[in-house]
């Protein structure tokens, strides 16, 4: 089966976001008003070939794991899509 994994990885909730500032700085000057705190992230799409979901998730979990965040500045959650 294959599936389609959408990977949201994002700064930590506690750390500061400098590029997250920077634009949100910018819709400001732009004038539009009502946007609060803005946060920059990096959203992955992999697509894997498994056996079943269950398999699938944790291919894609040892990716996050291992490779595609920082665990020091980042978290992150994905979601699968058989397709």
Do not use: W
């Not at 700085?25 to 920059?40: C, D, H, N, P, Y």
């Amino acid at each position: 089966m294959k599936f389609r994994a959408e990977i949201n990885v994002m700064p930590l909730e506690a750390l500061l976001d400098p590029q997250g500032r920077a634009v949100q700085a910018s819709l400001q000057k732009m004038g539009l008003e009502g946007i609060g705190t803005t946060r920059v992230g990096k959203r992955i799409t992999l697509e894997v070939e498994a056996s079943s979901e269950k398999a699938a998730s944790a291919t894609v979990e040892k990716a996050c794991r291992e490779l595609l965040h920082n665990p020091i500045v980042e978290s992150y959650e994905f979601s699968l899509i058989k397709i």
